[in-house]
Nanobody, 120 residues
């Protein structure tokens, strides 16, 4: 069984920073892409940022320059450093990863979500 466990969410004032972490555990052969998505109340889940196994990154336009995604392959962990937070960043943030349990078997996994609340 594979699990993604997020941590680091919380409440901050506008302009503040938070760092989210997501650790994968279980039977893991390799991890391909990892990423962060978010879902605000009444809205669809949207991409925040992704990172490949070799460190290539992709960001949603609204996060470029404010958020930084990184990963530690030795720890099977992905991070999201969020700076200059805005009230519109308020959402539940979800970790996502494509994890190979063997050379031929892979699945898409999601974490349980962590709440980020930014007050004005």
């Amino acid at each position: 069984q594979v699990q993604l466990v997020e941590s680091g969410g919380g409440s901050v004032q506008a302009g503040g920073s938070l760092r989210l972490s997501c650790a994968a555990s279980g039977v893991i052969y390799a991890i391909n892409n990892m990423g962060w998505y978010r879902q605000a109340p009444g809205k669809q889940r949207e991409l925040v940022a992704t990172i490949t196994s070799v460190g290539s990154t992709n960001y949603a336009d609204s996060e470029k320059g404010r958020f930084t995604i990184s990963r530690d392959n030795a720890k099977n962990t992905v991070y999201l450093q969020m700076n200059s937070l805005k009230p519109e960043d308020t959402a539940v943030y979800y970790c996502n990863a494509y994890i190979l349990r063997s050379r031929w078997v892979g699945n898409d996994y999601w974490g349980q979500g962590t709440q980020v609340t930014v007050s004005s």
